[in-house]
């Protein structure tokens, strides 16, 4: 499958304008350290209609030190606040001996399977796990020495934007390019948990798109489904998006994630509105032609006999279409009949003399 320019491939898809939405699951943290609730996940994944799940690759060790320093500990108003950053990485992350395994059930019912990782010791373990393609989570997009060595694995790379400048978009998209690696997908993104509607700013799609010509989506992390199927009004071409079981359950994303039903409903609300965006057409649909017999034309509203004058009170535009277009009505008044014409026919130009 030759790759059209905006677009990229994973696994012999192609992604990008003209093509359906690319829908990640987001696990994250949300398997609680329950191999089996990974699983589920990904299971509820694919029955709700997902194209990927998307995990992370990392330890509390790969993400910073044990530390409990001010400099270490959340204190900007997260949904996170005291917690030190040791910590919250050690309950979020996944174990790495789960992975392979997880990459397997996932691709054996038919899902994409990657992750995002944030030093080079996870890059080399997801290259030998040979996944199809990587993420670069908002937070390393400053990152320019791991996002060029993902970029020389030479695998498609969806990376989103969230805190950055378009000036460190373009850092970090021209060093990927400099590798000769041009399968870069970005995300709209804001980097808060939970993001406010208000401040997803998703005219920034188009914008990206035509600035990098790349295919662009959304990472949204806003509560409820409005903001992913806006985005694909808007043109996303990718959609990504926490799942969990339950937002009852205790984690650190759950409260921001979309149960299974709710993302269900949001990828038929993606599929359904990209359908209705369609093409700037101005033909007439094949539904509707069964429709234009109820637009108005002129018909004889009253009998008239040959050779009389036609008038308002013996024409009108009346519905339904059989009759002669209403825009003919003005030249048609004060002509002659060519014949009688009984009450209720619609006018043709050989009842005209």
């Not at 990657?114 to 080079?120: A, G, L, Q, Y």
């Not at 939970?194 to 959304?218: C, W, Y």
Request: with cysteine; charged share 25%; proline share 6%.
């Amino acid at each position: 499958m030759q790759l059209m320019p905006g677009t990229i491939k994973i696994k012999g898809r192609q992604i990008g304008p003209g093509h359906p939405a690319y829908v990640v699951a987001e696990m994250s943290a949300n398997h609680n350290q329950d191999f089996d609730q990974a699983v589920k996940i990904i299971e509820v994944a694919k029955e709700a209609g997902a194209d990927a799940v998307k995990l992370q690759t990392y330890t509390p060790d790969t993400m910073t030190i044990d530390c409990d320093k001010k400099y270490f500990r959340i204190d900007q108003g997260t949904i996170w606040e005291g917690r030190t950053l040791y910590d919250l990485y050690g309950e979020a992350q996944t174990p790495w001996e789960w992975q392979p395994k997880l990459k397997k059930i996932a691709e054996r019912l038919g899902l994409d399977f990657f992750s995002s990782p944030f030093d080079s010791t996870a890059v080399d373990f997801l290259e030998k796990m040979n996944v199809p393609a990587y993420k670069i989570a908002s937070f390393e997009i400053i990152d320019l020495p791991m996002i060029k060595l993902v970029a020389q694995t030479g695998k498609p790379i969806i990376m989103s934007t969230g805190m950055a400048t378009l000036a460190e978009i373009d850092e970090a998209v021209t060093i990927i390019r400099q590798t000769g690696n041009n399968q870069i997908a970005l995300l709209k993104c804001t980097s808060a948990y939970p993001a406010q509607a208000k401040d997803m700013n998703l005219r920034t799609i188009p914008h990206l798109s035509e600035t990098f010509n790349v295919p662009v989506g959304v990472s949204d992390h806003t509560i409820g489904i409005t903001v992913p199927v806006t985005a694909a009004a808007l043109g996303a071409s990718i959609v990504e998006k926490h799942l969990t079981l339950s937002r009852q359950a205790p984690g650190p994303d759950t409260t921001f994630s979309l149960e299974p039903y709710e993302f269900g409903e949001m990828v038929a609300a993606i599929r359904t509105t990209q359908k209705a965006i369609g093409s700037i057409d101005y033909t007439v649909g094949k539904e509707e032609t069964k429709s234009l017999i109820f637009r108005r034309s002129l018909f004889a509203v009253e009998a008239i006999k040959s050779g009389d004058e036609f008038t308002n009170l013996n024409v009108r535009s009346i519905r339904p279409g059989h009759g002669l277009s209403p825009k003919y009505y003005e030249e048609i008044l004060g002509k002659k009949t060519s014949r009688n014409i009984e009450r209720g026919t619609p006018l043709s130009w050989n009842l005209i003399k």
